[in-house]
């Protein structure tokens, strides 16, 4: 198993720009969740989804669109790119049939200029 | 809201000493906790986790204890390394199993030679 992968690594955007952070699992696990992390701020919730077609925001869901069309993509777009969205943005996914772990991505690194 | 709070960093610490980080909680129910440890330039690992009151958590040589009394969830390891230098973030899942997780905002440990 693969596990969770995330693309691209890295990205510079220009501020304007929209661009689409790709999330996959292998696990067949039900939900899938975006976070970001930014310095002194711990990793925050910005869109989950507990199931295909089935999405919802987290605490910080503004700039930020999901959708879930399949169990094992969870796309986040961000549609108009601003400088308070450069951060480091993590994919995750679990299965309530597995107990309560979570599994994370390697992240994305996103600079917005 | 569920929340958590971490003790501020950094922390720094000679090899072989020994380590505590704070961490407590508020949430309703009956919430599982966990540590989760960032490598420099990786993402998240599952360091640990507690599912209900008084479980212990522990993995390479790190424990903690889920207090309810207390709503705490500290991370202790007897001898840090090197090795173990990272951001440790202490995260909450809420009862109602969503897959959402609440992170603290972490803290840096640098241990030194």
């Known amino acids: 198993n693969a596990g969770v992968t995330q693309t691209p690594k890295f990205q510079v955007l220009k501020t304007g720009q929209s661009m689409t952070l790709q999330c996959a699992q292998d696990?067949?696990?039900?939900?899938m969740s975006w976070y970001r992390q930014d310095p002194g701020m711990g990793l925050r919730l910005i869109h989950y989804s507990v199931g295909a077609g089935i999405t919802d925001q987290g605490e910080v869901p503004n700039g930020y669109n999901v959708s879930r069309s399949t169990t094992e993509d969870f796309p986040l777009r961000l549609l108009s790119a601003a400088p308070s969205q450069t951060s480091v943005y993590f994919c995750?996914?679990?299965?309530?049939?597995?107990?309560?772990?979570?599994?994370f991505g390697p992240g994305t690194r996103l600079l917005v200029l | 809201g569920d929340s958590v709070t971490q003790m501020e960093g950094p922390v720094t610490l000679s090899e072989e000493a020994f380590l505590t980080i704070n961490c407590t909680y508020t949430a309703t129910g009956y919430p599982s906790l966990f540590w989760y440890v960032q490598y420099p330039g990786e993402g998240l690992q599952l360091l640990l986790k507690?599912?209900?009151?008084?479980d212990k958590g522990s993995n390479k040589g790190f424990e903690a204890t889920y207090r309810k009394e207390t709503t705490s969830f500290h991370l202790e390891k007897g001898s840090v390394q090197v090795s173990d230098s990272a951001v440790y973030f202490c995260?909450?899942?809420?009862?109602?199993?969503?897959?959402?997780?609440?992170f603290g905002q972490g803290t840096t440990l640098q241990v030194k030679p």
């Open positions: 696990m067949n696990h039900e939900y």
């Open positions: 995260a909450l899942r809420g009862s109602s199993n969503t897959g959402k997780l609440i």
């Open positions: 507690a599912t209900k009151a008084d």
């Open positions: 995750a996914s679990s299965s309530p049939s597995e107990g309560v772990t979570q599994y």
